[in-house]
């Protein structure tokens, strides 16, 4: 499978993903009319759909299997996933998103900040329902993570973390989003708990392989690919795991490396300085290999799981996710 042609993992929860895109598109009606304008803003191409179809494809390994409660855990942590977005673009001052204006460019900050509530809460409410209060508690500690996790980025001091503290921050900034996808289907679905273990482990390995390939794009991608600029990070002084190897891979003076990667208001000159510096190490490389380790380990929690097809899905998804190149 290449990133360009993830279509078979999806083919198997085509139905639920067509259910889910009405659901989204229809998000903001009846609401207050700015809020109406940005959800139809935001979920005029929704994107790849990935954690719901991670949802869908989880709660098959249940004896309740996939129907109306999955669909509603799937838009609940969709609209998690898209208020959080939201969020980060205004943190960020994006004025991109998948090639798209984000909301506060379109609108302002104030709006952005008031949408992302309002998606936050219409998650909220969508879990409330759910019949399993272990779900529920999920889908809210999700959203504590998520915050545990930008706040840790954006409070941390200037200077070069290390690659524990790098994935304790992605754990809970992205896997943790990956990993109540898989598990909390699997418990909507009465899965069996070591399948509901399983998934578990493979939705939080995902995860973390999804975001270091996320940040090593942010440095060697393509700007049309990926929908935004490429070295945002480095701009926004916001080492990730590249850039740790970077420096750890230097002959030289680590620590000025370390300063000028960490240093804010760089002028876009020194960014493309520093992006060539670390493609020249093997900081890269180090990166993609580290992903790959998680892939690797997302697959063997997948051989605790019956053999079926959407087993073989789920390790579809492992490799798209590790070969992307948006």
């Known amino acids: 499978m290449t990133a360009g042609a993830p279509a078979g993992f999806y083919g198997l929860v085509e139905g639920e993903l067509e259910e889910l895109r009405r659901r989204l598109h229809d998000v903001g009606r009846g609401a207050h009319p700015t809020f109406a304008a940005a959800a139809m803003h935001l979920f005029a191409t929704p994107g790849k759909l990935l954690r719901p179809t991670l949802v869908f494809l989880s709660a098959r390994f249940g004896a309740a299997g996939a129907g109306g409660m999955t669909l509603d855990l799937a838009e609940s942590l969709e609209l998690v996933h898209t208020a959080s977005l939201v969020h980060d673009d205004i943190v960020d001052r994006a004025a991109l998103r998948r090639n798209v204006p984000t909301v506060n460019a379109v609108w302002d900050q104030d709006v952005a900040l008031i949408v992302g509530d309002y998606l936050f809460a219409k998650a909220y409410a969508l879990a409330a329902v759910l019949p399993k209060p272990e779900v529920i508690a999920m889908v809210a500690q999700t959203v504590f993570a998520l915050c545990d996790g930008e706040l840790t980025e954006i409070s941390a001091p200037a200077r070069m973390p290390n690659e524990s503290e790098y994935l304790e921050r992605i754990e809970l900034k992205t896997a943790s989003l990956y990993a109540a996808c898989c598990q909390g289907a699997a418990i909507l679905a009465d899965a069996e708990p070591e399948h509901v273990a399983a ?95 998680f892939h690797d380990a997302a697959v063997e929690a997948l051989g605790r799981l019956p053999e079926r097809p959407e087993r073989d899905a789920l390790r579809d998804v492992a490799d798209f996710v590790l070969a992307r190149e948006r």
């Open 199 to 293: 998934l578990g482990a493979y939705g939080t390995n995902i995860g973390l392989a999804f975001q270091i390939t996320d940040d090593v794009l942010d440095l060697v991608g393509d700007e049309g690919d990926l929908g935004k600029e490429v070295g945002r990070d480095l701009a926004e002084a916001m080492p990730t795991l590249p850039m740790i190897y970077a420096v750890a891979d230097m002959d030289g003076d680590r620590r000025e490396l370390s300063r000028r990667i960490v240093a804010p208001d760089k002028s876009p000159g020194e960014v493309r300085e520093l992006l060539a510096a670390i493609r020249a190490s093997g900081g890269i490389e180090r990166a993609r290999e580290r992903a790959r380790g």
